[in-house]
Every structure is written in structure tokens, then in C-alpha cells.
């Protein structure tokens, strides 16, 4: 999610940067709020987590290939805001969203951590809320410093920090690729 927000802060500015962002926040809400309304319960059905287990190290194991790719191959960046077609807000929250989502990282954060917070909090839905709205309220001053500051200093931000960004996120999708694997042939096989 941050390379993807730091690219778009990097073609198209800040503010878009920021919607990218803000969506992936959504994103994080919806898990949130399914942990809230007893996904965790459904994670303790042995077939459920089988398949997220296969799932997720599948998918961990593409966007590591993915991130390498851009590493030996990356996209040309125009640095600046005006030089591409604007990507319109819709679309940046609705993509955020979307990889959000779709990060298995998340499907576990929500699930193991997520899950536990809730628990300790005895079923009482409503003292989730000044946890739920701290824990919004974080992500979305992350959601608006990070891209804003990306984009001011753009002009000293390249290709090589992309490819930086991109080779750490390969490393770490390929370790946790090798973790899930790893705990779920403990648990399975």
C-alpha cells in the first residue's frame, strides 16, 4: 500500500496520494468492522483457514514476484503533478480500498490481533469505539502525511526510491510468504 501511495503521490501529487490512502483506511474499517461482527469465529472452521492458507501464501508469493519485477523493471515515473491524466478520487478510494482488502497481511492482522483486542473487550461493542475511532484516526493521519510529504519533496524523490521500496516489500512478502507456508504446514500437515 505504500508503494502504491507513494507512486501516485509521485506522478500526480499529494491529494491523490492521499485518496489512495484514505481508501486503503476503508478498507481497514471494513476488517475492522467484520472482526467486530465475528469473522473470527468463522477463521476457527479448519476448511476456512485452509484455504486462506493457501490463499494467502499464494498471494504473498505473486506480490513478492510482483515487487521484484518492478525492481529489475520499473515504470518510468513523471515526477510532477499535471504531466498524466488525473486519476479521478472515486477511483484512488476505491482502489485503496480494493488493496486493502485484498492484502492477506491484513486478512491476518484483523483476524489474530483484531480479533484478540476485541475479545478482551468481554462482547461490549460500544467500548470498541474510542479503540475503533483512535485506530481510524491513526491510519488517516498517516493516510494524509505520508503522501502530502512524498509529494512536496517530489523533486528529490526517483525511480531509485521506488525500486527501494519495491525490493524491501519484495523481501518482506517473500518472508511472510515463507511464515504463513511455514505455520501452515505445521498446523495441516
Known sequence: MNVATLRIALEEGGTEGCLLALGSCIGDLVYFSLAVGGATAVLRWMPVRFGLWLLGTCVLLTLAWRMFREVLHPKHIELGAGHRKRTSPRVLLTRGAGLALASPTSIAWFAAVGGSVIATFGGDRLVLLPFAGGFFLGTALWA??????????RTIASEKLVRALSLISAVMFVYFACVVFINGVREFL
Open 144 to 153: 494524509v502525511l505520508f503522501p502530502c510529504t512524498i509529494a512536496a519533496v
